[in-house]
């Protein structure tokens, strides 16, 4: 999102009722102020970066859970969001966060995260929005790595919407669907309080979107679903974020069909 995190207001309440979830907003974003070298994004999921961000950056493949089945589950939607976000600042409020028995869900765009540590792709120079925090941090104390760590930004808690009511805290695991694409990832950010629809570099190149921090991203058709109470702890842990998104996706479309 090209607005600088937690600088925050309190948000107005206008209750609105289930209602058919809504296509988000296109916006405008900024031309790329330089080249973006970007990631390796491989069929079978796994991300490296050209910049050498590692073994750390790859992400696995989503197993047999398919896109296709992920969005029938969530093509109603039931508001537990008290009013609608923004994709961007400035732009209308279309985007409802909605909830199953499960998970809590939102359809948006996806706006480049590259906050947290420092690296050779996220840095005040790449990004100029850039921050050296993360609301949320690893075992061992330091911000997250939005170049290696796949994870999604959720807006902090409001009279709009609270996450934590909802059992969504740091650590939560997700499933973003872009396209025929399933990829896995965790709460790792807060954003603004009427913003929504921001994952990090890492996660945007798993799901084969630009992650340039200054023109990457897209518009619209990315799905959010986020597993109430799950958690996955060290929060940096990719491949305990893929294992429990798997099956918690599985046990999701499951339960499409009842007991």
């Known amino acids: ?13 206008a209750l609105l ?5 809504p296509a988000a907003a296109d916006a405008d974003r900024p031309d790329p102020a330089r080249p973006d070298p970007g990631p390796v994004v491989r069929d079978a ?7 050498g961000a590692g073994d750390e950056s790859e992400v696995r493949d989503a197993g047999g859970v398919r896109a296709a089945d992920l969005l029938a589950r969530v093509e109603e ?4 969001s008290k009013g609608r976000y923004r994709t961007d600042a400035g732009a209308p409020e279309t985007v409802p966060v909605c909830g199953t028995e499960e998970a809590v869900f939102w ?4 706006d480049i995260d590259c906050d947290g540590r420092p690296g050779p792709l996220c840095n005040r120079r790449t990004d100029p929005y850039f921050s050296d925090t993360t609301a949320f941090t690893q075992s061992d104390g330091r911000y997250l790595d939005a170049e290696r760590l ?12 609270d996450h934590g009511a909802h059992g969504v805290r740091g650590g939560s695991v997700a499933a973003v669907v872009y396209e025929d694409r399933v990829r896995y990832a965790v ?5 603004p309080h009427d913003i929504i629809g921001e994952a990090s570099y890492a996660a945007a190149a798993a799901l084969g979107i630009r992650p340039d921090p200054r023109g990457g991203g897209t518009d619209s058709g ?3 679903i986020v597993f109430k109470d799950s958690r996955v702890s060290p929060i940096e842990d990719i491949a305990a974020a893929v294992a429990t998104g798997e099956r918690l996706a599985r046990k999701f479309i499951a339960a499409a069909d009842g007991p």
């Open 1 to 13: 999102m090209r607005v600088q995190s937690l600088t925050l207001a309190a948000a107005s309440v």
């Open 17 to 21: 009722a289930p209602a058919a979830f």
């Open 45 to 51: 999921g796994e991300v490296r970066d050209a910049g």
């Open 77 to 80: 939607c039931d508001q537990i």
């Open 107 to 110: 359809k948006a765009d996806l």
């Open 150 to 161: 796949p994870y999604i930004v959720v807006p902090v808690p409001s009279r709009r919407w």
């Open 187 to 191: 709460v790792g950010d807060r954003g």
């Open 222 to 224: 990315v799905t959010y």
